[in-house]
């Protein structure tokens, strides 16, 4: 079935310091990718998305590019501040046994210290 | 605009106790999702709901129930809570669309001991 794995955290950062988290899938067909940011306790919250292959999505000075080749989407940012700091989760969505489903990694979590 | 709205925010049951978490939106979303989170799991499907009146199992559905009460509601019922059901519950919507993003809940945060 579809899977998503992503690196296991935690990562700890200084202020301004480049990020980082690798993000690689398994899908049958041509999925769509998602990177939702999570806040201490809050839901989870769309950041970027791309829907086909060689896509890049962006938001809040992060990015990840959808690279069909290599199965993965990557998320970066070149200068990480505090606000920052949460745990971030990749994920697809594709059609399969339960319809159109969205599946998650196990998420990673980031502290950017001062 | 409260999107989407779950109900209670935390719960605390005792083994062998029933409960009804309760998930509504404003977005007028087709599909609605019951996931659980636990760490270092990322989220799982419990149930899902495509449209008003219809409903199916997710990775983990069992111990749990749904109803889709229309499209804006979409609950989830623990009939008989044990300990390893203790998680933080999300709900969450989307279009039908494949390449649409999922809208999510605050969560429900329970323990059952």
């Known amino acids: 079935g579809d899977s998503v794995t992503q690196m296991e955290g935690p990562v700890t950062l200084s202020e301004e310091a480049f990020l980082t988290i690798n993000c690689t899938y398994t899908?049958?067909?041509?999925?769509?990718l998602f990177w939702y940011v999570q806040y201490p306790g809050e839901g989870l919250q769309l950041l970027l998305k791309a829907t086909k292959a060689d896509d890049k999505g962006s938001n809040k000075g992060f990015e990840a590019t959808y690279r069909k080749e290599t199965t993965s989407f990557h998320l970066e940012k070149g200068s990480v501040q505090v606000s920052d700091s949460a745990v971030y989760f990749c994920a697809l969505s594709a059609s399969g046994n339960y319809g159109q489903n969205f599946v998650f990694g196990p998420g990673t979590r980031l502290s950017v210290l001062p | 605009n409260a999107g989407v709205t779950q109900t209670p925010k935390f719960q605390v049951l005792k083994t062998g106790q029933s409960m009804t978490l309760q998930c509504a939106q404003d977005?007028?979303?087709?599909?609605m999702y019951w996931y659980r989170q636990d760490p270092g799991m990322g989220l799982r499907l419990i149930y899902y709901s495509a449209s008003e009146g219809t409903t199916d199992k997710g990775e983990v559905p069992n111990g749990y129930n749904v109803s889709r009460l229309n499209k804006r509601e979409f609950s989830l019922r623990l009939e008989s809570a044990a300990p390893s059901q203790t998680s933080v519950y999300f709900c969450?919507?989307?279009?039908?669309?494949?390449?649409?993003?999922?809208?999510f809940g605050q969560g429900t945060r329970l323990t059952v001991v």
């Open positions: 969450a919507t989307s279009r039908k669309e494949f390449d649409t993003e999922a809208f």
């Open positions: 977005m007028n979303h087709n599909s």
């Open positions: 899908a049958t067909g041509y999925p769509s």
